[in-house]
Protein backbone atom coordinates (compact mmCIF):
# COMPACT_ATOMS: atom_id res chain seq x y z
CA UNK A 1 0.00 0.00 0.00
CA UNK A 2 2.51 2.54 0.87
CA UNK A 3 4.58 1.73 -2.16
CA UNK A 4 1.73 2.50 -4.37
CA UNK A 5 0.64 5.40 -2.21
CA UNK A 6 4.38 7.09 -2.95
CA UNK A 7 4.98 6.31 -6.38
CA UNK A 8 2.69 9.61 -7.23
CA UNK A 9 3.12 11.27 -3.69
CA UNK A 10 6.38 12.17 -2.23
CA UNK A 11 6.84 10.25 1.51
CA UNK A 12 6.58 12.24 4.30
CA UNK A 13 8.74 11.58 7.21
CA UNK A 14 7.00 9.53 9.30
CA UNK A 15 7.19 6.73 6.46
CA UNK A 16 10.38 7.27 5.30
CA UNK A 17 13.23 4.70 5.35
CA UNK A 18 15.69 5.67 8.01
CA UNK A 19 18.80 5.58 5.54
CA UNK A 20 22.20 5.35 7.02
CA UNK A 21 25.36 7.42 8.19
CA UNK A 22 27.81 6.96 5.24
CA UNK A 23 27.45 5.62 1.77
CA UNK A 24 27.31 2.17 1.45
CA UNK A 25 29.62 2.16 -1.89
CA UNK A 26 32.32 3.71 -3.02
CA UNK A 27 32.70 5.39 -6.24
CA UNK A 28 35.41 5.87 -9.21
CA UNK A 29 38.16 8.93 -8.56
CA UNK A 30 37.69 10.30 -12.25
CA UNK A 31 34.84 11.12 -14.78
CA UNK A 32 35.01 8.76 -17.25
CA UNK A 33 33.96 11.13 -19.92
CA UNK A 34 35.26 14.89 -18.58
CA UNK A 35 38.13 13.08 -16.68
CA UNK A 36 37.92 15.59 -13.81
CA UNK A 37 36.83 14.38 -10.40
CA UNK A 38 33.71 12.63 -9.69
CA UNK A 39 33.14 13.03 -6.13
CA UNK A 40 33.12 17.20 -6.24
CA UNK A 41 32.23 17.87 -3.03
CA UNK A 42 35.11 20.90 -3.57
CA UNK A 43 35.04 23.05 -6.20
CA UNK A 44 37.70 25.07 -8.31
CA UNK A 45 37.30 28.80 -7.24
CA UNK A 46 35.62 30.49 -9.56
CA UNK A 47 33.12 27.53 -10.48
CA UNK A 48 29.40 26.82 -9.55
CA UNK A 49 27.47 23.94 -8.98
CA UNK A 50 23.58 23.13 -10.85
CA UNK A 51 21.49 20.63 -9.38
CA UNK A 52 18.56 19.66 -11.87
CA UNK A 53 15.84 16.37 -11.44
CA UNK A 54 14.58 15.62 -15.26
CA UNK A 55 13.82 11.73 -15.32
CA UNK A 56 16.01 9.14 -15.41
CA UNK A 57 19.26 10.52 -14.81
CA UNK A 58 21.72 8.20 -17.38
CA UNK A 59 20.51 9.97 -20.30
CA UNK A 60 19.84 13.36 -18.11
CA UNK A 61 23.91 13.44 -17.59
CA UNK A 62 24.42 12.62 -20.74
CA UNK A 63 23.40 15.84 -22.08
CA UNK A 64 24.91 17.95 -19.26
CA UNK A 65 28.72 16.39 -19.59
CA UNK A 66 28.50 17.25 -23.46
CA UNK A 67 27.65 20.88 -22.46
CA UNK A 68 31.28 22.92 -22.96
CA UNK A 69 31.80 24.93 -19.39
CA UNK A 70 30.85 22.22 -17.46
CA UNK A 71 34.36 20.60 -15.65
CA UNK A 72 32.24 17.35 -14.09
CA UNK A 73 29.15 16.17 -13.54
CA UNK A 74 27.56 13.45 -11.36
CA UNK A 75 24.33 11.26 -10.91
CA UNK A 76 22.39 10.89 -7.18
CA UNK A 77 19.58 11.49 -5.46
CA UNK A 78 18.42 14.91 -4.07
CA UNK A 79 14.89 16.84 -2.65
CA UNK A 80 14.21 13.42 0.05
CA UNK A 81 14.38 12.34 3.69
CA UNK A 82 16.45 9.50 3.55
CA UNK A 83 20.17 9.87 4.30
CA UNK A 84 22.69 7.84 2.15
CA UNK A 85 20.27 5.85 -0.18
CA UNK A 86 20.89 3.09 -2.33
CA UNK A 87 19.34 2.83 -6.06
CA UNK A 88 16.47 0.21 -4.52
CA UNK A 89 15.66 2.51 -1.46
CA UNK A 90 14.98 5.61 -3.98
CA UNK A 91 13.20 3.62 -6.34
CA UNK A 92 10.88 2.16 -3.77
CA UNK A 93 9.38 5.74 -3.53
CA UNK A 94 9.79 5.46 0.42
CA UNK A 95 13.09 8.34 0.34
CA UNK A 96 11.49 11.28 -1.64
CA UNK A 97 14.32 11.34 -3.40
CA UNK A 98 14.48 12.55 -6.99
CA UNK A 99 17.48 11.42 -9.42
CA UNK A 100 19.35 14.17 -9.52
CA UNK A 101 22.66 15.58 -11.90
CA UNK A 102 24.80 17.84 -10.32
CA UNK A 103 27.03 19.99 -13.06
CA UNK A 104 29.97 21.40 -11.78
CA UNK A 105 30.27 24.31 -14.52
CA UNK A 106 32.54 27.54 -15.68
CA UNK A 107 30.03 30.43 -15.54
CA UNK A 108 32.86 32.49 -17.53
CA UNK A 109 32.03 29.61 -20.71
CA UNK A 110 27.83 28.63 -20.06
CA UNK A 111 25.62 30.40 -18.48
CA UNK A 112 23.44 29.34 -15.69
CA UNK A 113 20.47 30.26 -17.90
CA UNK A 114 21.95 27.77 -20.67
CA UNK A 115 21.78 25.23 -18.44
CA UNK A 116 18.45 25.87 -17.22
CA UNK A 117 17.19 26.07 -20.83
CA UNK A 118 19.03 22.71 -21.57
CA UNK A 119 16.89 21.47 -18.56
CA UNK A 120 13.63 22.79 -19.86
CA UNK A 121 14.29 21.33 -23.68
CA UNK A 122 15.53 17.54 -22.60
CA UNK A 123 12.51 16.23 -20.92
CA UNK A 124 8.68 17.11 -20.21
CA UNK A 125 8.65 19.62 -17.36
CA UNK A 126 4.65 19.16 -17.12
CA UNK A 127 4.39 15.25 -16.55
CA UNK A 128 4.16 15.71 -12.18
CA UNK A 129 5.47 12.09 -11.34
CA UNK A 130 6.68 10.73 -14.19
CA UNK A 131 8.78 11.34 -16.90
CA UNK A 132 7.17 8.99 -20.18
CA UNK A 133 6.79 5.52 -19.22
CA UNK A 134 8.75 5.62 -15.89
CA UNK A 135 6.62 6.52 -13.21
CA UNK A 136 7.45 7.58 -9.72
CA UNK A 137 8.09 10.17 -7.23
CA UNK A 138 11.87 9.64 -8.41
CA UNK A 139 11.65 10.71 -11.64
CA UNK A 140 9.63 14.34 -10.72
CA UNK A 141 11.02 17.33 -12.61
CA UNK A 142 13.60 19.83 -10.54
CA UNK A 143 15.47 23.08 -9.83
CA UNK A 144 17.64 22.59 -6.63
CA UNK A 145 19.34 26.26 -6.34
CA UNK A 146 22.67 27.10 -4.89
CA UNK A 147 22.18 30.71 -4.66
CA UNK A 148 19.62 33.37 -5.30
CA UNK A 149 20.34 34.64 -8.08
CA UNK A 150 20.22 31.42 -9.59
CA UNK A 151 16.49 30.54 -8.14
CA UNK A 152 16.03 34.29 -9.85
CA UNK A 153 16.84 32.73 -13.05
CA UNK A 154 15.43 29.19 -12.67
CA UNK A 155 11.66 31.50 -12.14
CA UNK A 156 12.66 33.82 -15.11
CA UNK A 157 13.25 31.54 -17.34
CA UNK A 158 10.46 29.05 -16.11
CA UNK A 159 7.57 31.69 -16.36
CA UNK A 160 8.73 32.61 -20.06
CA UNK A 161 8.51 29.13 -21.16
CA UNK A 162 4.99 28.16 -19.71
CA UNK A 163 3.41 30.20 -22.46
CA UNK A 164 5.34 28.62 -25.25
CA UNK A 165 4.00 25.34 -23.43
CA UNK A 166 0.41 26.61 -22.96
CA UNK A 167 0.34 27.37 -26.73
CA UNK A 168 1.16 23.71 -27.69
CA UNK A 169 -1.04 21.95 -25.43
CA UNK A 170 1.12 21.04 -22.79
CA UNK A 171 -0.17 21.39 -19.11
CA UNK A 172 1.25 23.83 -16.13
CA UNK A 173 5.03 22.87 -15.80
CA UNK A 174 5.31 21.28 -12.39
CA UNK A 175 8.98 21.44 -11.73
CA UNK A 176 10.21 22.33 -8.00
CA UNK A 177 12.05 25.05 -7.67
CA UNK A 178 13.76 24.98 -4.53
CA UNK A 179 17.31 25.96 -2.67
CA UNK A 180 19.42 22.99 -3.12
CA UNK A 181 18.78 19.73 -0.64
CA UNK A 182 21.53 17.71 0.59
CA UNK A 183 22.72 15.28 -2.32
CA UNK A 184 23.41 11.76 -2.28
CA UNK A 185 26.12 10.32 -5.20
CA UNK A 186 24.20 7.38 -6.79
CA UNK A 187 26.31 3.66 -6.89
CA UNK A 188 28.88 4.24 -9.28
CA UNK A 189 27.42 1.94 -11.98
CA UNK A 190 25.38 4.99 -12.23
CA UNK A 191 27.62 7.37 -12.81
CA UNK A 192 28.59 7.91 -16.68
CA UNK A 193 26.16 5.05 -17.38
CA UNK A 194 25.47 5.89 -21.23
CA UNK A 195 29.54 6.34 -21.63
CA UNK A 196 29.82 2.43 -20.50
CA UNK A 197 26.50 1.23 -22.02
CA UNK A 198 26.35 3.49 -25.27
CA UNK A 199 22.98 1.46 -25.81
CA UNK A 200 21.32 1.64 -22.73
CA UNK A 201 18.28 3.33 -22.14
CA UNK A 202 17.58 6.94 -22.81
CA UNK A 203 14.49 8.83 -21.57
CA UNK A 204 12.63 10.37 -24.99
CA UNK A 205 9.80 12.98 -22.99
CA UNK A 206 11.56 15.82 -24.54
CA UNK A 207 8.61 17.99 -25.70
CA UNK A 208 10.69 19.64 -28.50
CA UNK A 209 9.48 23.16 -27.60
CA UNK A 210 13.23 25.14 -27.64
CA UNK A 211 13.43 28.14 -24.35
CA UNK A 212 12.68 31.68 -26.07
CA UNK A 213 16.49 33.51 -25.08
Known amino acids: MLFNKFKTQVVDTEHALPGRPTRPFGLAERHRALDAPLVTDEVPEGYE ?7 CFWGAEEVFWQVPGVWSTSVGYAGGTTPNPTYEEVCSGLTG ?10 PAKVSY ?3 VAAFYEVHDPTQGMRQGNDVGTQYRSAIYT ?5 EQVAREITERYQPELTKRGYDRITTEIKPAPEYYYAE ?9 NPHGYRCHSAT ?4 PR
Open 49 to 55: VALFGLG
Open 97 to 106: HTEAVRVVYD
Open 113 to 115: ADL
Open 146 to 150: TSPEQ
Open 188 to 196: DYHQQYLLK
Open 208 to 211: GIKV
